[in-house]
């Protein structure tokens, strides 16, 4: 049984990912680790109800942070660049300025 939201776990709301969502109808989202573009674009299409173009991943690495003496990471993640058939859209992006 494929469950949608095993892979989607939130959209990436910054300026660039909505000056992409405004200019190219691209949409950022942070996916699992263990997620592959299948299952991702299956995902999105049965969440959404949209038509995907196009998907790219990226793989972000942790960043290092000090904390006083303490040098630690930053959580990596994983990072989707998602394109949209002509005419689709998110409405969850909508109305962000």
């Known amino acids: 049984m494929f469950d949608p939201y095993r892979y989607v776990i939130k959209p990436v709301v910054t300026e660039k990912s909505t000056d992409l969502a405004g200019k190219y109808n691209q949409y950022t989202f ?3 680790k263990d997620a592959n573009k ?3 674009k299956m ?3 049965e969440i959404f109800k ?3 173009k196009d998907l ?3 793989n972000v690495k942790g960043k290092p942070k000090r904390m006083g ?3 630690g990471l930053t959580s990596s993640f994983k990072k989707a660049i998602i394109t949209l ?3 689709n859209k998110i409405e969850i992006f909508e109305g962000v300025q």
Do not use: A
């Open 50 to 52: 949209v038509k995907v």
């Open 56 to 58: 790219k991943i990226i």
């Open 69 to 71: 003496r303490n040098v």
């Open 43 to 45: 995902s999105i299409e």
């Open 38 to 40: 299948t299952s991702i």
């Open 85 to 87: 058939m002509p005419g």
């Open 30 to 32: 942070i996916v699992s």
